[in-house]
């Protein structure tokens, strides 16, 4: 459940309703490459660019974590984003890169199942262009993860 401003009914209705407008950022995938798992190699879209800051895994209102849990913490930065998306009036099919800073590669690996569930719910089957970092620090100590987000908002919906 979010604790994100936006309640979870009101952000669903408006996501099926962009999702019926307008078309998604086609993914690149050079010939003979291996599909990638859960992420595009790149995104071609024509549009408005929208530039989010990292999201962290906390309540953007309070400023405070629910959770030290790292999948907690994603589906709550996931949440950010999306509500980040409404605001400038796009989707999470919008969504042409996502860079994760995260603080242990092995949290991450293990999180794995818990986080593509949480991912699912919120943005969906979008699999934008992304990279993972691992980092020695972020910010806010409470911390696990910090996602940053670029979306490209189409022009002429369809």
Not at 1 to 15: G, N, Q, T, V
Not at 126 to 146: I, Q
């Amino acid at each position: 459940m979010s604790i994100a401003p936006r309640d979870e009914p009101e952000a669903s209705e408006l996501l099926a309703i962009r999702e019926m407008e307008t078309p998604r950022p086609e993914m690149v995938q050079p010939e003979g490459w291996p599909r990638p798992k859960g992420y595009a190699n790149g995104a071609v879209a024509t549009g408005k660019y929208a530039v989010f800051a990292g999201q962290i895994g906390w309540n953007p209102v309070t400023c405070t974590f629910g959770t030290d849990d790292f999948a907690g913490q994603t589906r709550q930065a996931l949440h950010n984003i999306v509500d980040l998306l409404l605001a400038a009036g796009a989707r999470p099919t919008d969504l042409v890169r996502l860079t994760w800073y995260i603080l242990d590669r092995d949290e991450y690996l293990a999180a794995g199942k818990s986080v593509g569930t949480a991912y699912r719910e919120i943005i969906g089957n979008h699999y934008p262009a992304m990279s993972v970092v691992v980092v020695s620090g972020l910010l806010e100590e409470r911390a696990r993860v910090e996602i940053e987000a670029t979306a490209v908002i189409p022009e002429h919906p369809v």
